[in-house]
């Protein structure tokens, strides 16, 4: 049996998937951010979309709000754009936020980062790269130390997050 694609979803795909060309040509990446609930414990997550394409790692975060997100994301595009690469394990600083970042390899992106696969036509179970940006409390600590204060569900650790 052969299911057929519901029109309304096609036509809103290909236009999504010409809203995301367009906005990597001019800005070299698009943010796709996905709200959470707090009420349910559904931590809100955004990732890249075209850093790939430069030959790097897409960025995923955790728990951030839109606006701080895409502050963070555009940061870190700009300086991935000027030739920095960003690996497992480095920290970032940066000026007006007062938190630092590391970063992590996620173990199972196919799971996560949905439209980056589509953009670059890729089946989940070859996913593209992404790392996680994780980023530290207000006392300098990430969420594998000892007293972080923000409560683990908010920054999941990487393999432990798959987007439904």
């Known amino acids: 049996m052969t299911l057929t694609p519901d029109p309304t979803l096609v036509a809103w795909l290909d236009q999504e998937d010409k809203r995301t060309a367009q906005t990597i040509r001019e ?8 709200f959470g609930d707090p009420g349910s414990r559904l931590t809100p997550f955004a990732y890249t979309i075209g850093l790939f394409g430069m030959a ?10 839109p606006r701080t997100t895409t502050l963070l994301l555009n940061d870190l595009r700009d300086r991935i754009r000027e030739g920095q690469d960003f690996a497992p394990g480095d920290v ?11 970063f992590e390899a996620v173990p199972n992106p196919g799971e996560i980062v949905f439209a980056a696969n589509r953009f670059y036509q890729r089946p989940d179970e070859v996913s593209v790269e992404v790392l996680q940006v994780t980023y530290d409390d207000r006392q300098g600590r990430f969420p594998w130390q000892d007293g972080y204060e923000t409560a683990a569900w908010i920054q999941p650790r990487p393999g432990a997050f798959r987007a439904d």
């Open 27 to 34: 800005h070299g990446t698009t943010i796709e951010y996905v």
């Open 56 to 65: 790097h790692p897409e960025l995923l975060v955790f728990g951030l709000d």
């Open 92 to 102: 970032a600083g940066f000026a007006g936020w007062g938190h630092r970042v590391t």
